[in-house]
């Protein structure tokens, strides 16, 4: 089923090649236990990886079921890796902060098989390698035995028919490893094992042929499969045949339910659509967070070295980002890519249709989950090795920062900037959408976030900036101004700021569109380091645009008087040093165009809690300040919420409703609110933007 002629394999490193197999040649058989014996450096886990379909061989020809796999393309290498092989190291790599049954689960997500099914076919396999009764346990309240029965159940879940072992008593003490061995032995009774390993007794002992490599050639094999001799197949009577499995998986397949577009429209009710809607926009925007870290580490198979070099650098700008509602991305995209892979059981005569949309909106649905920050922020405070580990941890806030510049024409709020709305380009909820997901913007390179918060890693600020005039931010109130390495900033920017008049620019998308003419500014201005250096803002916390009048708190932004004033009364930002990217730094962190210190923030969210109206609020957590009306009741929300019937984490549930009380006065726990809202049931007499408001007071 499995034959290896003549396969070489050189690597390319800088000028020299290393040849790490020189012509191997084995045929396996469907059933058997081999074990594979040479010195380190012989090419063991190569020629491993090559039979796994995790590396290509240089030369020679790999056939499997008699098929060459010369002309396999990456789709067909992915698909043998996904159904054929089964993995297991040394290293049992399994993922440390879920459960067992999650570890295993998960390596069927890229498989196409539903959630319950996968529950059924993991608690299996989990009983197969006698974990039956532990599928609850963290791996780190395993031993190592133990884990390493995991990672088996894990290969083994996906039913491979050949099961790959690296080393995997390496790291076992003898008596665990023998265990681990009579495990695999039981499995070759049906299953291909190839097993690397140092341990010849164990070799001699378990398995039930033992191949020997030295410097990439094969010196021994206790038992070379005969071609030409008709051997009996091993295969235990009751076993289904390969095609019974085949017809079982069809099977499965078809009897999958894929609720189409319109019952999953019509079974969420139109809040909960919304809701999602948001959520998903979030999730998503992480996603894009992790897909750049995924691409990086995608490449760097072959350029590690050079990665290492950028990797701090790197990751400062795409960091590895913790929001509060997530989505599994491996299950998205599978069920993205299932609907190629579905073989098609109808005729080629006409067109059909092909329902993706109701599976990718229930995908999103169950798969959307929640985190709990406020644990979690408790848990990275607590672990002070964290930090060593990190080059920063930074904390987004639901509080807004809101930047005003102040001019004999009025004020005008620089942030969050209102420019591309005043431009006709995005309604308000895109905005908001966008600035929920200020990596998103960060990431493709145009941010719609002008002010953002610097690292607190003055190191990496030093080795990736240049101060090119005053110097770094040392207060609160203080701010940097960063160009590029041309000492450019875009216009957009400037017009964010107000150093270019945003006014011109009114409207100016939906005249385009009208085919009206229309003129953008594209004489280059320049600005000396000191006419820079002396730009000055406001920065006024929220609940100073609120008056009490009549008992209630109303929003008083519409009124250009009491907003002079406020402003006027507001904390003054001067910006005291200008930042260039240095020209060597491959990478650089502060996405804006204006970096402010973390102690802004905090001084901003005292300010907050100080503040009148929040006290007033918390002393009274039934009424709403804003209307002087009661909330609605926790449990008219709790069955909105469960009518969703999606949110699968068990946290879940109190973290919504965490987010709906206001019942804290501790900073610490507003933070990492990136998505702060998006689960938000508003109540009854208030408009959503006063509960906003409202919400990221309290956080
Ligand atoms: P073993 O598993 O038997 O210890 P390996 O298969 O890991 O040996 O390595 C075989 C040879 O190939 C070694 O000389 C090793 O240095 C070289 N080698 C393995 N992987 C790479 C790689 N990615 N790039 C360059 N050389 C490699
Ligand atoms: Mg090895």
């Given at each position: 089923?499995?034959?290896?002629?003549?396969?070489?394999?050189?690597?390319?490193?800088?000028?020299?090649?290393?040849?790490?197999?020189?012509?191997?040649?084995?045929?396996?058989?469907?059933?058997?236990?081999?074990?594979?014996?040479?010195?380190?450096?012989?090419?063991?886990?190569?020629?491993?990886?090559?039979?796994?379909?995790?590396?290509?061989?240089?030369?020679?020809?790999?056939?499997?079921?008699?098929?060459?796999?010369?002309?396999?393309?990456?789709?067909?290498?992915?698909?043998?890796?996904?159904?054929?092989?089964?993995?297991?190291?040394?290293?049992?790599?399994?993922?440390?902060?879920?459960?067992?049954?999650?570890?295993?689960?998960?390596?069927?997500?890229?498989?196409?098989?539903?959630?319950?099914?996968?529950?059924?076919?993991?608690?299996?396999?989990?009983?197969?390698?006698?974990?039956?009764?532990?599928?609850?346990?963290?791996?780190?309240?395993?031993?190592?035995?133990?884990?390493?029965?995991?990672?088996?159940?894990?290969?083994?879940?996906?039913?491979?028919?050949?099961?790959?072992?690296?080393?995997?008593?390496?790291?076992?003490?003898?008596?665990?490893?023998?265990?681990?061995?009579?495990?695999?032995?039981?499995?070759?009774?049906?299953?291909?094992?190839?097993?690397?390993?140092?341990?010849?007794?164990?070799?001699?002992?378990?398995?039930?042929?033992?191949?020997?490599?030295?410097?990439?050639?094969?010196?021994?094999?206790?038992?070379?499969?005969?071609?030409?001799?008709?051997?009996?197949?091993?295969?235990?009577?009751?076993?289904?045949?390969?095609?019974?499995?085949?017809?079982?998986?069809?099977?499965?397949?078809?009897?999958?339910?894929?609720?189409?577009?319109?019952?999953?429209?019509?079974?969420?009710?139109?809040?909960?659509?919304?809701?999602?809607?948001?959520?998903?926009?979030?999730?998503?925007?992480?996603?894009?967070g992790?897909?750049g870290i995924?691409?990086i580490?995608?490449?760097?198979?072959?350029?590690?070295l050079y990665i290492d070099q950028v990797q701090s650098d790197t990751l400062s700008s795409y960091p590895l980002q913790?929001?509060?509602?997530?989505?599994?991305?491996?299950?998205?995209?599978?069920?993205?890519?299932?609907?190629?892979?579905?073989?098609?059981?109808?005729?080629?005569?006409?067109?059909?249709?092909?329902?993706?949309?109701?599976?990718?909106?229930?995908?999103?649905?169950?798969?959307?989950?929640?985190?709990?920050?406020?644990?979690?922020?408790?848990?990275l405070?607590?672990?002070s090795?964290l930090k060593d580990l990190t080059s920063d941890v930074q904390y987004t806030y639901?509080t807004t920062l809101n930047v005003f510049t102040e001019s004999?024409?009025?004020v005008m709020q620089v942030n969050p900037s209102?420019l591309l709305?005043?431009?006709?380009?995005?309604?308000?909820?895109?905005?908001?959408?966008m600035s929920?997901s200020g990596s998103m913007g960060g990431m493709m390179g145009m941010g719609t976030d002008v002010w953002s918060e610097m690292i607190d890693n003055e190191k990496l600020i030093d080795k990736q900036y240049d101060v090119i005039a005053g110097r770094l931010p040392e207060k609160y109130n203080e701010v940097v101004l960063v160009v590029d390495k041309n000492n450019e900033i875009n216009d957009y920017v400037l017009y964010s700021l107000g150093l270019l008049d945003p006014?011109?620019?009114?409207?100016?998308?939906?005249?385009?569109?009208?085919?009206?003419?229309?003129?953008?500014d594209?004489k280059q201005h320049v600005y000396t380091y000191d006419e820079l250096l002396d730009l000055k803002f406001k920065v006024v916390p929220?609940?100073?645009?609120?008056?009490?009048?009549?008992?209630?708190?109303?929003?008083?932004?519409?009124?250009?008087?009491?907003?002079?004033?406020?402003v006027?009364?507001g904390t003054e930002i001067s910006v005291v040093g200008i930042l260039r990217p240095d020209e060597d730094a491959s990478s650089a962190s502060i996405s804006g165009a204006i970096g402010y210190r973390h102690d802004l923030m905090t001084y901003l969210i005292d300010e907050?809690?100080?503040?009148?109206?929040?006290?007033?609020?918390?002393?009274?957590?039934?009424?709403?300040?804003?209307?002087?009306?009661?909330?609605?009741?926790?449990?008219?929300?709790?069955?909105?919420?469960?009518?969703?019937?999606?949110?699968?984490?068990?946290?879940?549930?109190?973290?919504?409703?965490?987010?709906?009380?206001?019942?804290?006065?501790?900073?610490?726990?507003?933070a990492g609110?990136v998505?702060?809202?998006?689960?938000?049931?508003?109540?009854?007499?208030?408009?959503?933007?006063?509960?906003?408001?409202?919400?990221?007071?309290?956080?």
């Amino acid at each position: 089923m499995l034959s290896l002629k003549d396969i070489k394999k050189d690597y390319v490193v800088g000028d020299s090649t290393v040849s790490a197999l020189k012509g191997v040649s084995i045929d396996f058989r469907e059933n058997e236990f081999v074990s594979i014996l040479g010195p380190s450096g012989c090419g063991k886990t190569t020629l491993l990886n090559i039979i796994g379909g995790l590396d290509r061989y240089t030369s020679g020809d790999l056939n499997i079921n008699g098929k060459s796999t010369k002309d396999f393309k990456d789709c067909d290498w992915d698909s043998y890796r996904n159904h054929s092989i089964g993995f297991v190291f040394q290293s049992y790599n399994l993922i440390p902060h879920q459960t067992v049954l999650s570890n295993v689960e998960l390596a069927l997500t890229l498989s196409g098989v539903s959630k319950s099914e996968r529950r059924e076919r993991a608690v299996k396999a989990l009983e197969q390698v006698g974990l039956g009764d532990q599928l609850h346990k963290k791996p780190n309240q395993m031993s190592g035995g133990q884990m390493q029965r995991v990672a088996i159940a894990r290969a083994l879940v996906n039913e491979p028919d050949i099961l790959l072992a690296d080393e995997p008593t390496g790291a076992l003490d003898t008596e665990t490893s023998v265990q681990i061995m009579e495990l695999l032995k039981s499995i070759s009774k049906d299953k291909l094992i190839i097993m690397v390993t140092h341990n010849p007794e164990l070799a001699m002992k378990y398995s039930s042929r033992i191949i020997k490599l030295l410097d990439g050639r094969v010196i021994d094999d206790s038992d070379p499969l005969d071609k030409n001799v008709v051997e009996p197949i091993k295969k235990p009577e009751k076993e289904p045949t390969k095609a019974d499995k085949k017809a079982a998986k069809k099977e499965r397949k078809k009897l999958k339910t894929s609720m189409n577009f319109l019952t999953a429209l019509s079974l969420s009710r139109n809040n909960l659509m919304t809701k999602k809607a948001r959520t998903l926009l979030t999730s998503f925007a992480g996603s894009i967070g992790i897909i750049g870290i995924a691409l990086i580490l995608s490449i760097s198979n072959g350029v590690q070295l050079y990665i290492d070099q950028v990797q701090s650098d790197t990751l400062s700008s795409y960091p590895l980002q913790i929001t509060k509602t997530t989505a599994s991305i491996g299950e998205i995209m599978n069920t993205m890519a299932k609907n190629h892979e579905d073989s098609a059981n109808h005729d080629k005569d006409k067109v059909y249709s092909q329902n993706a949309m109701g599976e990718m909106i229930n995908t999103l649905m169950e798969e959307t989950k929640v985190n709990n920050l406020e644990k979690f922020k408790k848990y990275l405070d607590d672990n002070s090795d964290l930090k060593d580990l990190t080059s920063d941890v930074q904390y987004t806030y639901a509080t807004t920062l809101n930047v005003f510049t102040e001019s004999d024409s009025g004020v005008m709020q620089v942030n969050p900037s209102t420019l591309l709305e005043d431009m006709g380009y995005m309604s308000s909820t895109q905005m908001e959408a966008m600035s929920m997901s200020g990596s998103m913007g960060g990431m493709m390179g145009m941010g719609t976030d002008v002010w953002s918060e610097m690292i607190d890693n003055e190191k990496l600020i030093d080795k990736q900036y240049d101060v090119i005039a005053g110097r770094l931010p040392e207060k609160y109130n203080e701010v940097v101004l960063v160009v590029d390495k041309n000492n450019e900033i875009n216009d957009y920017v400037l017009y964010s700021l107000g150093l270019l008049d945003p006014s011109s620019l009114n409207g100016i998308v939906r005249r385009a569109m009208a085919g009206e003419d229309i003129s953008v500014d594209s004489k280059q201005h320049v600005y000396t380091y000191d006419e820079l250096l002396d730009l000055k803002f406001k920065v006024v916390p929220t609940p100073d645009f609120y008056k009490k009048k009549d008992g209630v708190w109303e929003d008083m932004t519409g009124d250009e008087s009491y907003m002079k004033k406020a402003v006027a009364n507001g904390t003054e930002i001067s910006v005291v040093g200008i930042l260039r990217p240095d020209e060597d730094a491959s990478s650089a962190s502060i996405s804006g165009a204006i970096g402010y210190r973390h102690d802004l923030m905090t001084y901003l969210i005292d300010e907050v809690d100080n503040s009148e109206i929040v006290k007033e609020q918390i002393a009274n957590p039934d009424i709403d300040v804003f209307t002087g009306l009661k909330f609605k009741t926790d449990e008219s929300v709790a069955d909105t919420d469960s009518s969703s019937g999606t949110v699968s984490d068990s946290t879940a549930d109190t973290e919504s409703k965490a987010d709906k009380t206001v019942d804290n006065s501790d900073t610490d726990k507003k933070a990492g609110l990136v998505a702060g809202d998006s689960s938000m049931e508003i109540p009854e007499g208030m408009t959503e933007e006063q509960y906003k408001a409202l919400m990221e007071q309290s956080g």
